[in-house]
């Protein structure tokens, strides 16, 4: 049974750090690639960051590039996201999904992944 659990969320000041865990279960990290997505209030679900399975390429979007890292470790099937220098506008649930083959042409569109996770709240304010 596939299964993604996110954990990690929570309050945090701007300027500040939070680091997301995605577990999975069901599936090996050595064979999916894995997409952080998040969604603000009154807002679509928009792609943050994804990791590929087998190379690791890594793929940030605009607005968090130079803050954000994703990395993953396999031996924990776990996925991170690491978010620093938080803004305000970073306030969303923040939701991780699988997809089989991730690359720079696909990484951001929703309809590519197949199970997702069922969300992790960030909310930046002072």
């Known amino acids: 049974q596939v299964q993604l659990v996110e954990s990690g969320g929570g309050l945090v000041q701007p300027g500040g750090s939070l680091r997301l865990s995605c577990a999975a279960s069901g599936f090996t990290l050595d064979r999916y690639g894995i997409g952080w997505f998040r969604q603000g209030p009154g807002e679509e679900r928009e792609g943050v960051s994804s990791i590929s399975a087998r190379n690791g390429n890594k793929y940030y979007a605009d607005s968090v590039k130079g803050r954000f890292t994703i990395s993953k470790d396999n031996a924990r099937n776990t996925v991170y996201l690491q978010m620093s220098s938080l803004k305000p506008e970073d306030t969303a649930v923040y939701y991780c999904?699988?997809?089989?083959?991730?690359?720079?042409?696909?990484?951001?569109?929703?309809?590519?992944?197949?199970?997702w996770g069922q969300g992790a709240q960030v909310t930046v304010d002072s």
């Open positions: 999904a699988r997809a089989r083959a991730i690359d720079g042409s696909n990484w951001y569109r929703r309809g590519w992944y197949d199970y």
